[in-house]
């Protein structure tokens, strides 16, 4: 069965690479948020097997959006992605709860491989 997946980004243009990455892998995306707010918002709406969640956005980081995620359903998968390859965002990452941590630019084999290694 086709895994229902999350994207959260603010920039239009990476939600679209990574929905075109997912889609054509037969993954279903079943919403896109533009910050952390909406990210949470959507995340309650549409309960995705996976979020795959920038960490960089406006309003509400991704990180605090992590935590509220996992607040209301710690069983929530999510994996972070960031540009910024700074290891202590990455380490508060995981320890909030994400599953994985893709670095951007995206290769599109890597994003693949994360979201099988936490959703198969």
Do not use: H, W
């Not at 999350?6 to 279903?28: E, H």
């Not at 995340?43 to 995705?48: D, V």
């Amino acid at each position: 069965m086709a895994k229902n997946i999350l994207i959260c980004d603010d920039a239009a243009f990476m939600r679209m690479m990574i929905k075109d990455i997912l889609t054509k892998n037969g993954y279903v995306v079943v919403g896109e948020a533009e910050n952390g707010l909406k990210a949470v918002e959507k995340y309650n709406e549409t309960k995705p097997d996976l979020v795959l969640m920038d960490i960089t956005m406006p309003e509400m980081d991704g990180i605090q959006a992590l935590k509220k995620i996992k607040e209301g359903d710690p069983g929530a998968m999510v994996i972070m992605c960031s540009a910024m390859g700074q290891q202590a965002m990455v380490i508060e990452s995981i320890q909030s709860g994400a599953k994985d941590f893709i670095v951007k630019p995206f290769q599109a084999d890597r994003v693949l491989e994360a979201v099988k290694k936490v959703v198969g």
